[in-house]
């Protein structure tokens, strides 16, 4: 398409092709400028932490922005947590005092479920954790409740513009633009420029990541139903094996296999069934294992077993310090010791699992599935190759449970960041941030862009994409924004008195 056959209000060829844009450049392009001092893209929990930082530093709702074509910062997570079979009434892999509504984490989520129904059991069971109890971890519904409440707060919806991000470009005065694509008959123009001297950028995972084979299946017999990935709309699976037995293959050694293998093993229970499961691990553990005495993870039966995401010490501890001064492959070797495939060890699970195992309708071995065929009777075969050679398994559906974990150039904020905006890649692939989470090679004047989550992964800071590491990027970015006169730092007496209207329900009182 031509210069001139551009719509009027539409990104032009010079456009996509500058790296820097001039105010007059967007203009001659019909595209409407508003100005925002700050704005966040995505409008994810990470968009939401970074806001709730700024309105208790005292930053008014007129001078943020958040972008996003969801209406709640929790709307995307609710969907993952339903979809990979964590209803609200279940409890997720979060610290009792990781709380995305409250940047002080107390009172934690531990105490405010005792208080609120009246009993002392969680507090008995935090104390007793992990050695007479399972770590406790708070209802998923309690997190969206309380995030709403926060929301409401700190005027989050007089801050939301709704639409599609396209790009982050620099400025040449300083700052940035940000394109948006507004919904369709709300806007004269098909996008809108936002210019501002801070950008945060927080778009959470960049897609699902199918593994090979299962891809190769999905689009040679456009297969889309009998081969699904846990984060996918799956719940017919479990449907129809309620009316019939059933074979199942779960692939993944992950939180998200272990949740999906409870789902299947309750159901199996709950409704009498006569479900089968054959559970392939890429990697099976046996034991302990690590690379030092003091840095080994429990694992058995296939499975490696980790409370949380990540060591605690990371997000305040040894780790923490000693990953701020690593960079290349030092960071990499390090992020590769810690890391890893992991899951919380549940009791409840573990009992269904030796159930399984001594009825013989669970088995778990280890195996590298090479590709999967259509079987006869509309079933599925994988063959698989491991240890005893090479065996095919029938199955009526295969769950894969393996993550979100697609390159950032799939993603088209990130691969624009990497093309045209100066970002670079970190030792694991993601964004190269500073130790402040500043995007690398992004400056533009006296403005900043900023990222957190999971698109970040692999920088000074491990454990970005989780509740408390979200919150810490935030303080972070926070902090930053002090020092670059944005806003106040919130300091002793502001804390005190902002966590006392955050106790009372009362909004944030601006600057």
């Given at each position: 398409?031509?210069?001139?056959?551009?719509?009027?209000?539409?990104?032009t060829?010079?456009?996509?092709d500058a790296?820097?844009?001039?105010?007059?450049?967007?203009e001659?392009?019909?595209?409407p400028?508003?100005?925002?001092?700050?704005?966040?893209v995505?409008?994810?929990?990470?968009s939401?932490?970074m806001?709730?930082?700024l309105?208790?530093?005292?930053v008014?709702t007129?001078?943020?922005?958040v972008?996003?074509n969801?209406?709640?910062?929790?709307q995307?997570?609710?969907?993952?947590?339903?979809v990979?079979?964590i209803?609200?009434?279940e409890?997720?892999?979060s610290?009792s005092s990781?709380r995305?509504?409250?940047?002080?984490?107390?009172?934690?989520?531990?105490?405010?479920?005792?208080?609120?129904?009246?009993?002392?059991r969680?507090l008995?069971?935090?104390?007793?954790e992990?050695i007479?109890?399972?770590?406790w971890?708070?209802?998923?519904?309690?997190?969206?409740?309380s995030?709403?409440?926060e929301?409401?707060?700190?005027?989050?919806?007089?801050?939301?513009d709704?639409?599609?991000?396209?790009?982050v470009?620099?400025?040449?005065k300083g700052?940035?633009?940000?394109?948006?694509?507004p919904?369709?008959?709300?806007?004269?123009t098909r996008?809108?420029?936002?210019r501002s001297?801070?950008?945060?950028v927080?778009?959470?995972?960049?897609?699902?990541?199918?593994l090979p084979d299962?891809?190769?299946?999905?689009?040679?017999?456009?297969d889309?139903?009998?081969?699904?990935?846990?984060?996918?709309?799956?719940?017919h699976?479990?449907e129809?094996l309620?009316?019939?037995?059933?074979?199942?293959v779960?692939?993944?050694?992950?939180?998200?296999?272990?949740?999906?293998?409870?789902?299947?093993?309750?159901?199996?229970e709950?409704h009498?069934?006569?479900?089968?499961?054959?559970?392939?691990f890429?990697?099976?553990?046996?034991?302990?294992?690590g690379?030092?005495?003091?840095?080994?993870?429990?694992g058995g039966?296939?499975?490696a077993?980790?409370?949380?995401?990540?060591?605690?010490?990371v997000w305040?501890?040894?780790l923490?310090?000693r990953?701020?001064?690593?960079?290349?492959a030092?960071?990499?070797?390090l992020?590769?010791?810690?890391?890893?495939?992991?899951t919380?060890?549940?009791?409840?699970w573990?009992?269904?699992?030796r159930a399984?195992r001594?009825?013989?309708?669970?088995?778990?071995?280890?195996?590298?599935?090479?590709?999967?065929?259509?079987?006869v009777?509309g079933?599925?075969?994988?063959?698989?190759?491991?240890?005893?050679g090479?065996?095919k398994?029938?199955?009526?559906?295969?769950?894969?449970?393996?993550?979100l974990e697609?390159?950032?150039?799939e993603h088209r904020i990130?691969a624009?960041l990497?093309?045209h905006?100066?970002?670079g890649?970190n030792?694991?692939g993601r964004l190269?941030?500073?130790r402040?989470?500043e995007?690398?090679?992004?400056?533009?004047?006296d403005?900043a862009l900023?990222?957190?989550?999971a698109?970040t992964l692999?920088g000074?800071?491990?454990g970005v994409?989780?509740?408390l590491?979200?919150?810490?990027?935030?303080?972070?970015?926070?902090?930053?924004?002090a020092?670059?006169?944005?806003?106040?730092?919130?300091?002793?007496?502001?804390s005190?008195?902002?966590?006392?209207?955050w106790a009372?329900g009362?909004?944030?009182?601006?600057?």
């Amino acid at each position: 398409m031509g210069e001139r056959e551009h719509r009027r209000g539409d990104l032009t060829p010079t456009l996509l092709d500058a790296p820097v844009w001039s105010d007059a450049l967007v203009e001659s392009a019909g595209i409407p400028i508003r100005d925002a001092p700050f704005v966040t893209v995505g409008g994810g929990i990470g968009s939401f932490v970074m806001v709730d930082y700024l309105r208790i530093a005292g930053v008014p709702t007129s001078d943020i922005r958040v972008l996003s074509n969801i209406d709640q910062p929790w709307q995307t997570y609710q969907y993952l947590t339903r979809v990979s079979q964590i209803p609200e009434p279940e409890r997720i892999r979060s610290d009792s005092s990781s709380r995305p509504d409250n940047i002080w984490g107390f009172p934690s989520y531990a105490l405010s479920e005792a208080w609120r129904d009246r009993t002392a059991r969680p507090l008995l069971h935090v104390l007793g954790e992990p050695i007479f109890a399972d770590y406790w971890t708070p209802r998923v519904g309690d997190v969206f409740a309380s995030m709403a409440r926060e929301a409401a707060r700190i005027g989050y919806p007089r801050m939301l513009d709704k639409g599609v991000v396209r790009m982050v470009r620099r400025r040449d005065k300083g700052g940035y633009f940000t394109i948006l694509t507004p919904p369709e008959g709300t806007s004269q123009t098909r996008r809108i420029a936002y210019r501002s001297r801070f950008t945060h950028v927080a778009v959470g995972y960049p897609g699902l990541r199918f593994l090979p084979d299962l891809q190769e299946f999905r689009e040679k017999y456009g297969d889309y139903t009998r081969v699904v990935n846990a984060y996918e709309p799956h719940e017919h699976v479990y449907e129809f094996l309620k009316t019939r037995p059933g074979t199942v293959v779960v692939r993944g050694g992950g939180i998200v296999a272990s949740r999906v293998l409870q789902r299947l093993m309750d159901d199996r229970e709950r409704h009498g069934l006569q479900t089968r499961i054959v559970h392939i691990f890429r990697t099976f553990v046996t034991g302990a294992h690590g690379p030092h005495l003091w840095a080994r993870r429990k694992g058995g039966d296939g499975w490696a077993y980790q409370g949380f995401n990540y060591p605690k010490s990371v997000w305040g501890g040894q780790l923490k310090a000693r990953m701020r001064k690593l960079d290349g492959a030092e960071r990499a070797a390090l992020y590769k010791e810690m890391g890893g495939t992991n899951t919380p060890k549940r009791r409840r699970w573990q009992q269904q699992m030796r159930a399984g195992r001594e009825g013989g309708w669970y088995e778990a071995f280890q195996g590298v599935v090479e590709r999967v065929e259509p079987g006869v009777d509309g079933t599925l075969t994988s063959i698989v190759a491991s240890d005893s050679g090479t065996r095919k398994v029938g199955s009526n559906y295969i769950i894969d449970c393996t993550g979100l974990e697609a390159d950032i150039a799939e993603h088209r904020i990130l691969a624009d960041l990497l093309t045209h905006a100066g970002a670079g890649r970190n030792p694991l692939g993601r964004l190269e941030v500073e130790r402040h989470f500043e995007v690398k090679g992004t400056a533009s004047g006296d403005g900043a862009l900023y990222a957190t989550g999971a698109a970040t992964l692999g920088g000074y800071f491990p454990g970005v994409d989780t509740f408390l590491g979200l919150q810490v990027g935030a303080q972070e970015i926070a902090d930053d924004l002090a020092r670059r006169g944005f806003c106040r730092r919130i300091g002793p007496i502001r804390s005190a008195t902002q966590w006392v209207r955050w106790a009372l329900g009362r909004p944030v009182k601006e600057a």
